[in-house]
């Protein structure tokens, strides 16, 4: 599967954000998909995941009650709703595809997982 992600900018503190994720070449459906994020200097790191038919979720808490997560399989999207951002969410965000559960998105070793899309940068600066 071809994943793309897009949507990120500059914004504000405060303001809001949904980044986008296509994916191609596959049946989505069938994949958890996620959101990591990473700053320079450092890995990726777990923000959120979905299983495939959109019934479970996982999130870390530093993004919970203010980012949601959700996927559209008829357009084969996934969505990273993002509010009341502040600037230590300033990162590049990445989608990423797995067969895993959500749950094994939280605790698996970035590296690991095969299918990414490229970075989105979201940068939240007054």
């Known amino acids: 599967v071809q994943l793309q992600a897009s949507g990120g900018g500059l914004v504000q503190p405060g303001d809001s954000l949904r980044l986008s994720c296509a994916a191609s070449?596959?049946?989505?459906?069938?994949?958890?998909m996620g959101w990591f994020r990473q700053v320079p200097g450092k890995g990726r790191k777990f923000v959120v995941a979905i299983s495939g038919d959109g019934g479970t979720t996982s999130y870390t808490d530093f993004v919970t009650g203010r980012f949601t997560i959700s996927r559209d399989n008829a357009e084969n999207t996934a969505y990273l709703q993002m509010n009341s951002l502040k600037p230590e969410d300033t990162a590049a965000y990445y989608c990423?595809?797995?067969?895993?559960?959500?749950?094994?998105?939280?605790?698996?070793?970035?590296?690991?997982?095969?299918?990414w899309g490229q970075g989105t940068l979201v940068t939240v600066s007054s």
């Open positions: 070449g596959g049946t989505f459906s069938r994949y958890t």
């Open positions: 990423a595809a797995s067969y895993g559960t959500p749950q094994y998105m939280t605790s698996v070793p970035w590296r690991n997982l095969y299918y």
